[in-house]
């Protein structure tokens, strides 16, 4: 029994050596506060803590801490939920809060001092010390000034509490504050900043999908666009045009003359019969000319038969 008894003290030893990295899951440490507790300032130290609770229950640098089973919490609401934190990951100032104000000391803080820290490196190990080098000096009268605050969170107590899902939203609208601790600005990050959703994948593969179906659509209902004319085809000769300042009276002569296949003057259409007939196309007025130089001969003839049977008669 004393061998097994011996084993477990030594792996709880071990165990409480090896550093805790903040949990990403939230947990439930018994705190079910009715109301919003009452925070004073830690002389000389940007820290408050609750005299009015039975907790170890601090706020420092816009968020609440809580020191309970040898373990650290943090959160951004008063009554959770809470987030572990690793004994590596505990802020400086949260560390260097002294004995006094611890308001449920656990037993090992016997006989340490009241007014000074609580010995970390005594109780984590030497290791934890060496990586923490230096936390429990400081120069307590540049200490920064204590951070505001979120007063707003009296009005959510009891039933009206908010849940996760809510706390984000109302904390970034009642409460401007950006943690200047770059441990807590992590811990804010990580639990108390919103999240921005997540791209929708999906959408965005069938975005360009949609795109062209609502292009084809647009295309299909809208007429289609006039006919331009053909730019590669040969333009259509047009005349040279004058300018009008290079237009002389050579010009104007040219517009006073009528233009070709006008009507002429009666002078010029009357033209002697003699030359109608030698302008004439030969061809069948040609053949026809002969036939009436013949006819005329035959009347000739006939007249002087005429003639000549007048005389006899007489």
């Not at 011996?6 to 805790?20: A, K, Q, R």
């Amino acid at each position: 029994m004393l061998k097994i008894r011996y084993v477990l003290i030594v792996l709880g030893m071990l165990l409480c050596s090896v550093p805790i990295a903040s949990a990403q899951v939230s947990v439930n440490i018994g705190i079910n506060l009715p109301t919003y507790p009452r925070l004073v300032v830690v002389p000389g130290s940007p820290a408050y803590y609750a005299p009015g609770l039975q907790a170890n229950f601090f706020f420092y640098d816009g968020m609440y801490w809580v020191y309970q089973g040898d373990n650290w919490y943090s959160s951004s609401w008063y009554n959770g939920p809470w987030w572990i934190v690793g004994s590596e990951a505990v802020p400086l100032y949260v560390l260097r809060i002294p004995v006094r104000y611890y308001r449920q000391p656990p037993a090992y803080f016997r006989g340490w001092r009241s007014d000074a820290p609580p010995r970390w490196g005594e109780h984590w190990g030497n290791q934890w010390e060496q990586r923490r080098s230096g936390w429990d000096r400081w120069n307590r009268s540049s200490a920064p000034a204590p951070a505001p605050l979120p007063a707003y969170q009296r009005q959510y107590s009891g039933d009206r509490y908010p849940r996760v899902e809510q706390q984000q939203a109302l904390h970034s609208q009642n409460y401007r504050y950006q943690p200047r601790d770059t441990v807590v600005r992590q811990h804010y990050q990580e639990h108390a900043a919103p999240k921005a959703p997540a791209p929708a994948v999906r959408g965005q593969q069938r975005a360009p999908e949609e795109r062209s179906s609502r292009q084809q659509d647009s295309q299909r209902s809208s007429p289609p666009p006039p006919r331009q004319p053909d730019s590669t085809a040969a333009p259509r000769a047009q005349p040279p045009q004058t300018p009008p300042q290079q237009r002389g009276p050579a010009v104007q002569e040219q517009r006073q003359q009528p233009p070709q296949g006008a009507a002429q003057p009666q002078r010029e259409q009357q033209t002697p019969r003699s030359q109608v007939q030698e302008q004439r196309p030969q061809g069948k007025g040609a053949a026809q000319e002969p036939r009436r130089s013949q006819g005329k001969d035959q009347e000739k003839d006939r007249e002087k038969g005429e003639e000549r049977g007048q005389d006899r008669k007489k």
